[in-house]
């Protein structure tokens, strides 16, 4: 079964550096999301992207925040100059044309700033 | 007042039980209507979604929605210690560019042997 798969599983970086979080979607999806979900609390929708462009974003994402699609396989959230409040687990989701409502989610990226 | 409400439990119950897990909205935007379940450190996985009032049915687990009360349910009927996890109700809207899901708090579910 296709599944969305995201890397590193664990990132640990100081405050203030750059993190690069990549996802591979299903191969035949075309809508992408980022979502994040600090440890005990609910996850919070952060960015959708389609057709190459942000389609929208949550109030969380700011102008630390970018995403992009360098090829045709992978998804990339970036975070400029991390804050300790970013440490979190960041999900990837897809989905398709004909179910765009039914997001698959990766498992995960654990980010850490100290 | 929140977009979603869940109570986050923990729900205990005995193994066979049957559960019942709610969440009420207040945005009738909202159009799809899902139930994921994450397990401790993993991602969500998609139960079920709807986009109508009514029930649907998958398995030992069903979905219900009321549009009119802004008020959607999961139940499971003989629930099994593998069902311990925490439960994600979750509304979407859309746009030509994709669904914003905006999630609920989660409950967490505890089914004892």
């Known amino acids: 079964e296709p599944e969305v798969t995201q890397t590193p599983s664990h990132q640990v970086t100081q405050m203030g550096q750059e993190v690069i979080l990549r996802c591979v979607p299903i191969?035949?999806?075309?809508?992408f999301y980022w979502y994040r979900q600090i440890l005990g609390q609910k996850v919070e929708f952060l960015v959708s992207?389609?057709?190459?462009?942000?389609?929208?974003k949550s109030e969380i994402f700011d102008d630390q925040f970018s995403v992009e699609r360098p090829d045709g396989s992978n998804f990339t959230l970036k975070i400029r100059s991390t804050k300790l409040e970013d440490s979190a687990m960041y999900f990837c989701?897809?989905?398709?044309?004909?179910?765009?409502?039914?997001?698959?989610f990766g498992p995960g990226t654990r980010l850490l700033v100290l | 007042q929140k977009e979603v409400e869940q109570d986050p439990g923990p729900l205990s119950v005995p193994e066979g039980a049957i559960v019942s897990l709610n969440c009420t909205y207040s945005?009738?935007?909202?159009?799809?209507f899902m139930w994921y379940r994450q397990y401790s450190r993993k991602g969500p996985e998609l139960l079920m979604y709807?986009?109508?009032?009514g029930n649907k049915e998958d398995g030992r687990f069903t979905a219900q929605v009321d549009k009119s009360s802004k008020y959607i349910s999961l139940f499971i009927r003989d629930s099994q210690p593998s069902d311990s996890a925490t439960y994600l109700c979750?509304?979407?809207?859309?746009?030509?560019?994709?669904?914003?899901?905006?999630f609920g708090a989660g409950t967490r579910l505890f089914v004892k042997a």
């Open positions: 989701a897809s989905s398709g044309l004909a179910g765009q409502e039914t997001q698959y």
């Open positions: 191969s035949n999806h075309l809508y």
């Open positions: 992207f389609y057709n190459n462009e942000i389609s929208e």
């Open positions: 945005n009738s935007a909202f159009q799809y």
């Open positions: 709807t986009y109508s009032s």
């Open positions: 979750a509304m979407s809207r859309g746009n030509t560019g994709g669904f914003k899901t905006i």
